[in-house]
Nanobody, 122 residues
Framework: VQLQASGGGLVQAGDSLRLSCVGS????????VAWFRQAPGKEREFVAA???????SYADSVKGRFTISRDNRKKTADLQMNSLKPEDTAVYSC?????????????????WGQGTQVTVSS
């Protein structure tokens, strides 16, 4: 599967952004899709995941503000980000793995889209 992420930008604290991850290839529905982010000088961290079985998982830092959704027919996985904070500033990347285990661990994901920059000013 190939992934392409888009939707980043420069916003002010409290604003919203919607990131989109579009997949190509077969059997998109059998993949767990996740969003990760990496801020300058920091390690890549888990943001949210939507598993192949239909469950969702969020990092504590974004719970209640971010929502991940997917449309298997369109082969998309979006990340709606509300109430953005300066600490959300990072490069956001979507990733996919067949089925899915250890969904918060970036190393288990075999497919990655290019990153999209999100900058939140205070």
């Amino acid at each position: 599967v190939q992934l392409q992420a888009s939707g980043g930008g420069l916003v002010q604290a409290g604003d919203s952004l919607r990131l989109s991850c579009v997949g190509s290839g077969h059997s998109f529905s059998s993949y767990t899709v996740a969003w990760f982010r990496q801020a300058p000088g920091k390690e890549r961290e888990f943001v949210a995941a939507f598993t192949w079985s239909g469950s969702t998982s969020y990092a504590d830092s974004v719970k209640g503000r971010f929502t991940i959704s997917r449309d298997n027919r369109k082969k998309t996985a979006d990340l709606q980000m509300n109430s953005l904070k300066p600490e959300d500033t990072a490069v956001y990347s979507c990733a996919a793995q067949a089925r899915g285990s250890n969904i918060r661990t970036p190393g288990v994901y075999g497919y990655w889209g290019q990153g999209t920059q999100v900058t939140v000013s205070s």
